[in-house]
T-cell receptor, first 113, second 119 residues
Framework: AQSVTQPDIHITVSEGASLELRCNYS??????LFWYVQSPGQGLQLLLK??????LVQGIKGFEAEFKRSQSSFNLRKPSVHWSDAAEYFCAVGARGNNDMRFGAGTRLTVKP | EAGVTQFPSHSVIEKGQTVTLRCDPI?????LYWYRRVMGKEIKFLLH????????ESGMPNNRFLAERTGGTYSTLKVQPAELEDSGVYFCASSQKPAGGLRAPDTQYFGPGTRLTVL
């Protein structure tokens, strides 16, 4: 079965600084990878997903993620963080043929003014 | 288009009581999922409906949890009797395409969750 590790429970960055959130997955076959964001009082919103093709994936709100098979990673990046990006971010991995996703424990992002 | 909605947003009950959570998926989505997040832990899969049928309920923790989706529209998740360890946030999600074969998983759209506190 697939699994996900998000090593950072909480990250604080200054507004305007760059951001990278780490995600490592474990899955024997081709993974289907997702990043979701949950803002306070909101549901999980899909930021981006990787199924195949170009390993650098662009998402909404200026986020991107890079799939690195050799490192089993799918790190999320943003060049310049905005205060509104403060939220909790979840990496997830799905498997071919089913919709049972595995989520990481989440990384809470705090943005300093 | 309305998103996935969940009711209530927050429920506080005492140990031994019963609670019923409701999820309304996006209209036309045959797939409905329940997930749970216990404080600080990962979001865990509970079960998956395809229309009114349970496709996969391998994540249901025990028989105190009962999920239904009569008519293949909204779903309810009942916890009876509730225990302290049931506290957490219960998420519902829906997706359009069926899973199966060599198909990639469909994007799931999540509701805001129901925060359940058992005292």
């Amino acid at each position: 079965a697939q699994s996900v590790t998000q090593p950072d429970i909480h990250i604080t960055v200054s507004e305007g600084a760059s951001l990278e959130l780490r995600c490592n997955y474990s899955y024997g076959a081709t993974p289907y990878l997702f990043w979701y964001v949950q803002s306070p009082g909101q549901g999980l919103q899909l930021l981006l997903k990787y199924f195949s093709g170009d390993t650098l994936v662009q998402g909404i709100k200026g986020f991107e993620a890079e799939f690195k098979r050799s490192q089993s990673s799918f790190n999320l990046r943003k060049p310049s963080v905005h205060w509104s990006d403060a939220a909790e971010y979840f990496c997830a991995v799905g498997a071919r043929g089913n919709n049972d996703m595995r989520f990481g424990a989440g990384t809470r992002l705090t943005v300093k003014p | 288009e309305a998103g996935v909605t969940q009711f209530p947003s927050h429920s506080v009950i005492e140990k031994g009581q019963t609670v019923t959570l409701r999820c309304d998926p996006i209209s036309g989505h045959d797939n409905l999922y329940w997930y749970r997040r216990v404080m600080g832990k990962e979001i865990k899969f509970l079960l998956h409906f395809v229309k009114e049928s349970k496709q996969d309920e391998s994540g249901m923790p025990n028989n105190r949890f009962l999920a239904e989706r009569t008519g293949g529209t909204y779903s309810t998740l009942k916890v009876q009797p509730a225990e302290l360890e049931d506290s957490g946030v219960y998420f519902c999600a829906s997706s359009q395409k069926p899973a199966g074969g060599l198909r990639a998983p469909d994007t799931q759209y999540f509701g805001p969750g129901t925060r359940l506190t058992v005292l």
